[in-house]
């Protein structure tokens, strides 16, 4: 699986707009980018994954770079319930299991 | 979505016991995913676990310290064998969405701390 590289840990202000960025420079032209994240003492929940064109769901926006070697997850306001593990994850969309980097570890400051 | 259901959600076991823990989707799914997250580290895959075949190893994992079972579609079984303390982990089961396979769904997790 191709790799992904993210910040290790960010800091934001509640109720601000928080842009998580991801580096996959070697992402294949078949390889989805997909978002989860772990809230503290819980599984992994998805938040959003795309292809190529920018996406927009209820929990956040996904920018996808022209050369789809970084993305962007943008979370528009964040709330305390958004400190958690983010973790940007290259997936070829089979029916495969995930293969998980570091992460960033989002702080949320009231 | 799945609802993945999983027991016990913790333990504490003596080394050189065995911990089965016990992974229950509200779906029938074909294929379910066994992973560990050490402490303070990231989730590792364990294991894809297809009903009706033997589970398939990630690189590093054996099916001796780590046997799955599969009986249903619904179900799944890890053991945890023969326990030292460096098995002290949260242990995962996921599933993916069976149309499109675009998303994954995990449980809650069990934490296991071997004493």
Known sequence: DAKTTQPNSMESNEEEPVHLPCNHSTISGTDYIHWYRQLPSQGPEYVIHGLTSNVNNRMASLAIAEDRKSSTLILHRATLRDAAVYYCILSGGGADGLTFGKGTHLIIQP | ?115
């Open chain 2, 1 to 115: 979505s799945a609802v993945i259901s999983q027991k016990p959600s913790r333990d504490i076991c003596q080394r050189g016991t065995s911990l089965t823990i016990q992974c229950q989707v509200d779906s029938q799914v074909t294929m379910m995913f066994w992973y560990r997250q050490q402490p303070g580290q990231s989730l590792t895959l364990i294991a894809t676990a297809n009903q009706g075949s033997e589970a398939t190893y990630e690189s590093g994992f054996v099916i001796d310290k780590f046997p799955i079972s599969r009986p249903n579609l619904t179900f799944s079984t890890l053991t945890v064998s023969n326990m030292s303390p460096e098995d002290s982990s949260i242990y995962l089961c996921s599933v993916n969405r069976e149309v499109g396979n675009t998303e994954a769904f995990f449980g809650q997790g069990t934490r296991l701390t071997v004493v």
